[in-house]
């Protein structure tokens, strides 16, 4: 069975060189490492998306109260010229997915391990220094993104990938509420 330390360390180090390769061109506020299930068709490799600073002051205006949701849910960045896509181009990356998906398959893993995984590759990212080149807001985060709708938890998603402190930076910035999270 593949351990949870090598597999958050790819997925992070494919996330990061991803960036360092295609820096966005404006501004983000977050990078959303996405994953997936059996359920899925394809590649089930992790995708990345970085949604810019221009949509997230876009929708604060155009959604009002209910902005936060339109900010973080992930399925709301379809079709969004101001969502960037991230290539996680890596052989290591493939490989050591398609060896977890045969291993869920098999009933040896299920869903919640690839969940945590990707959980602690976007904790990883959140306690790193990016470069300054890197175009991102102050209160820049990376949290996970449920492909597989099994969790539909993207708060729960999200408390376990960003430090406390930059979620109380979220809220004290009007990008999240607190109960529900979803509503200012």
């Not at 002051?57 to 959604?63: N, R, S, V, Y």
């Not at 402190?165 to 529900?180: E, K, Q, T, V, Y």
């Amino acid at each position: 069975m593949v351990e949870l330390e090598r597999i958050k360390t790819v997925l992070a180090n494919a996330v990061r060189n991803a960036v360092l390769k295609s820096p966005p061109t404006e501004p983000v506020y977050a990078i959303v490492v996405q994953y997936y299930g059996s359920d899925s068709d394809g590649d089930l490799t992790p995708s990345s998306r970085m949604p810019s600073e221009t949509r997230r002051q876009a929708l604060l205006t155009e959604k009002g109260s209910t902005a936060p949701h339109h900010i973080w849910v992930h399925d709301e960045f379809d079709d969004d010229h101001a969502v960037f896509d991230l290539d996680l181009d890596d052989q290591t990356l493939r490989q050591l997915w398609a060896d977890l998906n045969r291993q869920m398959e098999a009933g040896r893993i299920d869903l919640t391990f690839i969940r945590k995984c990707v959980q602690e590759a976007c904790s990883q990212l959140n306690n790193e220094i990016w470069p300054s080149s890197f175009l991102s807001t102050d209160d820049f985060v990376v949290y996970p993104g449920d492909m597989t709708h099994k969790f539909c938890d993207t708060i729960g998603d999200m408390n376990e990938s960003i430090p406390a402190s930059r979620m109380n930076l979220l809220r004290a910035h009007g990008f999240l509420g607190i109960d529900p999270w979803w509503k200012l």
